[in-house]
T-cell receptor, first 114, second 114 residues
Framework: DTEVTQTPKHLVMGMTNKKSLKCEQH?????MYWYKQKAKKPPELMFVYSYEKLSINESVPSRFSPECPNSSLLNLHLHALQPEDSALYLC?????????????FGPGTRLTVT | GENVEQHPSTLSVQEGDSAVIKCTYSDSASNYFPWYKQELGKRPQLIIDIRSNVGEKKDQRIAVTLNKTAKHFSLHITETQPEDSAVYFCAATDSGAGSYQLTFGKGTKLSVIP
């Protein structure tokens, strides 16, 4: 299984809502990533988990809260978002072993904040 | 941190012609350089990558070259087909903390005209 899955595919939420994005992989990867991608822009790294521990937080606002419950799952909890947070949220995973760098991306969750 | 510049931002070619996309990077410690293709509404997909100990790599119609001294790498697509139309992103690693933090270029929108 060389696939990263994400749910939901689409999400519309109000600024006062709380929602969660989910990501799952069964490739045995021990690094997992959240990216945000706006239209016509490259993916922008938000968080990195390595061995289920948060290793990188790219100064993301606290209204985004990541969680890695186990080595296969990655969540992104959303609360009090702003309309400018509307974007495609991509999850990715990779090995941590030296020399094995390939990141596999999920299909993304298209988030609209109203 | 790493900075990746990508040119051109848009590229139109006739079907059957070649396309070349160029990237430069700033961090001499970067050692892995993937290229991703992203079709509209889809996830980024790795199409080819190169490591710093290799100068060139080819996979059918796609090739990548790396010049470590000049800190630039290029994607070459030969015999282009309409299905090659997409946005292409180059990236470079800035490894650390047991994971591989990709820095992306801004992307090139390739249009192949039938």
């Amino acid at each position: 299984d060389t696939e990263v899955t994400q749910t939901p595919k689409h999400l519309v939420m109000g600024m006062t809502n709380k929602k969660s994005l989910k990501c799952e992989q069964h490739m045995g990867h021990r690094a997992m990533y959240w990216y945000k991608q706006k239209a016509k822009k490259p993916p922008e790294l938000m968080f990195v988990y390595s061995y289920e521990k948060l290793s990188i937080n790219e100064s993301v606002p606290s209204r985004f809260s990541p969680e890695c419950p186990n080595s296969s799952l990655l969540n992104l909890h959303l609360h009090a978002l702003q309309p400018e947070d509307s974007a495609l949220y991509l999850c990715a995973s990779s090995q941590v072993a030296a020399g094995d760098y390939e990141q596999y991306f999920g299909p993304g969750t298209r988030l609209t904040v109203t | 941190g790493e900075n990746v510049e990508q040119h051109p931002s848009t590229l139109s070619v006739q079907e059957g012609d070649s396309a070349v996309i160029k990237c430069t990077y700033s961090d001499s410690a970067s050692n892995y350089f993937p290229w991703y293709k992203q079709e509209l509404g889809k996830r980024p997909q790795l199409i080819i990558d190169i490591r710093s100990n290799v100068g060139e790599k080819k996979d059918q119609r796609i090739a990548v070259t790396l010049n470590k001294t000049a800190k630039h790498f290029s994607l070459h697509i030969t015999e282009t087909q309409p299905e090659d139309s997409a946005v292409y992103f180059c990236a470079a690693t800035d490894s650390g903390a047991g994971s591989y933090q990709l820095t992306f270029g801004k992307g090139t929108k390739l249009s192949v005209i039938p």
